[in-house]
């Protein structure tokens, strides 16, 4: 029901599905094209499937019964072990991918992670210790090593690359606090020209402010304006030739992809990027430099133009990503309607609809957001500066405290997303208690002496498994199971 099976039902003449050929140092033409065309749904699929497994294993929280039901033990256990193998396929594609693209290096980690966890909920119900003191041990003996050793170690070619991927991977974190500097200084200006102009008393503080401001507060806002971004407007330009141009250091299969091909998915996964810095930074310059003294006031009016621009490439970005997820919906919602299912498969599709439409609900909150928040600071910035129109001092004040206290609310708006975004959460997995309902099921197994778990049996008697209880009415539709309490009641009871 995911990409893994979408994909291998389409090309059903590929061996690139099989075990071997994931592990295959090498790929063909057809294959590497298939998946380069493909990673970003992919990508949204495995996040998905991930969601599933992790909800699924979290069905095992409360304690076993003694006369827990075999086979609804053994449907449930297969569906974990099912979509573990397809999230392990799926780990391992994004994986060949991304080293190829050079891009995606916090996605790398976290795959990584994924596989580590992926091994634990594997090992149960065996004692998941050894898998933690393996890691450990890697650990213990990498710290063995000299620092002499460990420094030449960092200057390896790929290590450089990994350094240049988190540098631009910190400045697209921190650039919000530089905006927070900017837009207090905006305010403190503002709030100076109004306090100068209600008392005399302020004037002493006006023209310190104004001091500090023309030998520090301006010049390093207006150098970090361009500076900040230069760094990762280099490195992408560095890295996108790296991955476009033919040289010895590229993989073997990297090269056997054409370097136009190269050049385009390396735009597709930095064409945000890309289209702010090229704007910002000359803009910036442009006013840090030229746009003085008279010219102020374009310089301003540049700014504002630049903010509309973010709007822009916000609006773009998050039609992308709601359509990626609109076209899964789309492509899983036709099979569905196909009829060709038999009903085990068909409900188990109609959960996966359900998980991939809470991520587009998700999606399309926080991409609203987002545009909201760009469109509303380009309009304050028309009244933040008193010249542009001729406005009461208290307009600017207001509008630049308004864009002060917008920053530090979005800051903690886009926390919370961040917080209830669908995720798999696999720290949060009890596989103590997961191990025991599996023991209850081996020894069931063992007690009956007919029953095999085998991967290929999951499209068992519909009867037998946990849909069936869903609607006690012949002929409904099976409802989906939408959250872990459902699923609990209806797998164990």
């Known amino acids: ?24 140092p090498l790929l063909t033409d057809e294959e590497l094209n298939i998946l380069f065309a493909e990673y970003p749904n992919i990508a949204i699929e495995y996040e998905t499937l991930c969601i599933r497994l992790v909800a699924l294993i979290n069905l095992f929280k409360e304690k076993p019964k003694e006369n827990e039901p075999l086979n609804r033990l053994d449907f449930t256990l297969q569906l974990i072990s099912k979509a573990l193998q397809e999230a392990k396929a799926l780990n391992l594609l994004l994986k060949k991918i991304y080293r190829y693209t050079g891009m995606h290096e916090v996605e790398l980690f976290k795959l990584n992670k994924h596989f580590t966890e992926f091994r634990k909920i594997e090992a ?51 650039n919000l606090h530089r905006l927070f500097i900017a837009r207090l200084r905006r305010y403190l200006l503002n709030a100076s020209a109004l306090a100068e102009a209600l008392t005399t008393n302020a004037k002493l503080y006006s023209e310190y402010l104004h001091y500090v401001d023309n030998y ?66 000359p803009g910036s310059i442009m006013i840090c430099f ?41 492509q899983h919602t036709a099979r569905l309607e196909a009829n060709k299912l038999d009903p085990v498969n068909r409900a188990e599709l109609i959960d996966y609809i359900e998980e991939l439409k809470k991520l587009r609900t998700h999606e399309i909150k926080q991409h609203t957001l987002n ?41 903690y708006i886009n926390e919370k997303f961040r917080a209830e975004r669908p995720e798999a959460k696999f720290d949060n997995l009890d596989l103590k208690t997961y191990s025991e ?57």
């Open 290 to 330: 030229f746009l003085l003294g008279s010219l102020t006031t374009i310089g301003l009016a540049l700014g504002t133009a630049m903010f509309a621009w973010d709007s822009l490439i916000a609006i773009i970005e998050g039609a992308t990503k709601i359509s990626r997820v609109n076209y899964i919906i789309q």
């Open 216 to 281: 520090f507060l301006g010049p390093v806002v207006a150098y970090l304006s361009w500076l900040f971004l230069l760094p990762r407007l280099l490195i992408n330009i560095f890295l996108t030739l790296w991955h476009t141009i033919n040289h010895h250091h590229l993989g073997d299969e990297e090269r056997k992809i054409s370097w136009h091909k190269r050049f385009i998915i390396q735009l597709r996964d930095r064409w945000r990027e890309f289209a702010n810095d090229l704007i910002w930074i």
């Open 1 to 24: 029901m995911s990409a893994y099976h979408r994909l291998k039902s389409r090309y059903q003449s590929m061996r690139f599905f099989e075990s071997d050929r994931l592990s295959s």
């Open 124 to 174: 149960a119900p065996k004692t998941i210790t050894s898998v933690k003191n393996k890691d450990k041990n890697a650990t213990a003996n990498a710290n063995k090593k000299t620092f002499w050793q460990r420094f030449w170690a960092a200057l390896t070619l790929q290590n450089f690359l990994n350094w240049l991927k988190s540098s631009r991977a910190f400045i697209t974190k921190h």
């Open 437 to 493: 309902f599996k023991n209850i099921y081996s020894l069931g197994l063992q007690r009956k002496g007919s029953l095999e778990v085998e991967f290929s049996a999951v499209n068992r008697d519909f009867n037998a498994s946990p849909y069936a209880k869903r609607d006690n009415n012949e002929g409904s539709e099976p409802s989906p199971i939408t959250t872990p309490e459902r699923c609990q009641s209806v797998y164990f009871f």
């Open 371 to 411: 545009i909201a928040n760009r469109i509303t600071i380009t309009l304050l910035s028309l009244v933040i500066v008193p010249a542009f129109f001729v406005l009461p001092l208290y307009i600017p004040v207001i509008a630049s405290t308004l864009l002060l206290c917008l920053s530090i609310a979005i800051y």
